[in-house]
C-alpha cells in the first residue's frame, strides 16, 4: 500500500514514511528531500492519495486498512473515493477515522456499478419527532420542547377541531425561530416537527414534551436522521494524528477492487 502526496513543493517527511511509502508527484522536489524538514513546505493546497487495496483482490469488510500520522497541521476539505472494480447489488461504504473517531456524519459510498463517490446518491433523512393531538374540544397546546428547547412562540388554543389546531401549532413552530431550529406540518391531528437541513442524525432521540391545558397528546421523540454522503463534521487536522480507514460494507455479488481515497485541503 502507499500514500501519494502532492503539494505546491514536495519533500520527504522520515517521521511521515514510518508506516507508509511516501511518494511524491509534483515536478518540483527539494534537492535534499531525504533530509530537508516538513516545516519548509509553504501551505497551500495538498492532496493525499491513499490506496487501500491493491488493483485485483476482491475487497472485504476489514479495520485498520491503513494507518498513518498526519505530517503537519492541515484543514480538510474534501473526500472522495474511487475503485477500479466497481461494486455491484450492494454499496461500497467506507469510513474515515481521526485519532479512532470518524470524521463524518454519513459514511463515504460508491454505489453499485459505480466507481466513484462523486455519484453516489446518499441523500439526507431529517430526523423527526411527533405531537398528536388525541382528544379534547377546548384548551390549547401552550407549548412544545424538543431536548429541552421550547419550539413555539407561545400557546395555540383549541381552533374548531384538533385538526384545525394541529395546522396551527406547526405553523407556530414554523414562523418561530429556535436554538436549534426547526420546522413543523400537520397531516390530521399530527403535528411533525422536523430538524433543519444539515443536522443528520445527531437529532436522534431527542425528547419531544408537550405541555397542553385539557387537550390530550401522545408525543413521540425524534428518529431517523441520516447524514447526507460523507458529510465532514471534522476538518482540523493536527501534525501527529493518526489516521486510519475501514471499509465497513462491500458489494454483494462483485465485492469491488483497486480502492482508492483523496483528500483534499490546505496545509495549516
Known sequence: MSVRWRSTK?????????????????????????TASAAAIAAGPVEFLIALSDETTALAVAAG???FRMPYDFTLQSVRSNVT????????????????VTIFGGKLTI???EETSLDSSVAETLATGTVTLDSGASGSVDGILVDGVEVMSGAENFDTDLDTTAVN?????????????????AASSVVTISAIAG?????????????VTTI?????????????????????FSSDDIVTFDIIQVGSTIEGAGLQVMLQGIRA
Request: charged share 10%; glycine share 4%; no cysteine.
Open 65 to 67: 486498512l491503513v494507518e
Open 10 to 34: 514536495d519533500i520527504y517527511d522520515p517521521h511521515f514514511a514510518l508506516k507508509q511509502e511516501l511518494i511524491l508527484l509534483d515536478t518540483t522536489v527539494l534537492a535534499d528531500a531525504a
Open 85 to 100: 472494480t466497481a461494486p455491484t447489488d450492494a454499496s461500497l461504504v467506507i469510513d474515515f477515522l481521526l485519532n479512532g
Open 111 to 113: 454505489d453499485p456499478t
Open 216 to 236: 390530550g397528546t401522545t408525543d413521540v421523540a425524534m428518529a431517523s436522521g441520516v447524514y447526507a454522503q460523507a458529510t465532514l463534521v471534522t476538518t482540523a
Open 169 to 185: 401549532v406547526a405553523a407556530n413552530i414554523t414562523a418561530n425561530t429556535s436554538s436549534p431550529n426547526y420546522t413543523a406540518t
Open 199 to 211: 443536522t443528520g442524525s445527531p437529532p436522534n432521540t431527542f425528547t419531544v414534551v408537550s405541555s
